[in-house]
């Protein structure tokens, strides 16, 4: 998704994710591509407070989103961070352990 989002955009990506070992994946992929630091920097941090001031942010995707990251990943943090008409895709790239259509409803009732 990353390297997809530096062919096709002229986004800056900035990943973000607890999970170490995704983190070192995600980095190890696009340093191969060459794109580590001009295109894309990956970190590592909670998802509960996200490294960003408030309305700075035009897309924030959280593709690999999993029922467990919902605990931590509240509404009102991606609301805090988007930009006026800014947009969040939640949920998952391929099928998988991703959260359901009813669970991304009760988590975003929640977060209100």
Not at 4 to 27: C, M, P, Y
Not at 45 to 66: C, F, H
Not at 84 to 91: D, E, M, S, T, V
Request: charged share 20%; net charge negative.
């Amino acid at each position: 998704m990353i390297l997809d989002l530096t062919d096709n955009s002229e986004f800056l990506v900035h990943g973000w994710n607890s999970a170490a070992a995704r983190v070192a994946a995600a980095k190890n992929v696009v340093d191969d591509a060459g794109r580590y630091g001009s295109r894309a920097v990956i970190e590592r941090g909670d998802l509960a407070q996200m490294p960003y001031a408030e309305n700075t942010i035009d897309v924030l995707l959280a593709t690999s989103a999993t029922d467990g990251d919902l605990q931590t990943l509240r509404p009102t943090e991606i609301l805090r961070v988007l930009r006026p008409l800014g947009k969040a895709i939640i949920g998952q790239t391929k099928t998988g352990d991703g959260p359901t259509a009813e669970q991304l409803t009760s988590w975003l009732q929640a977060g209100r």
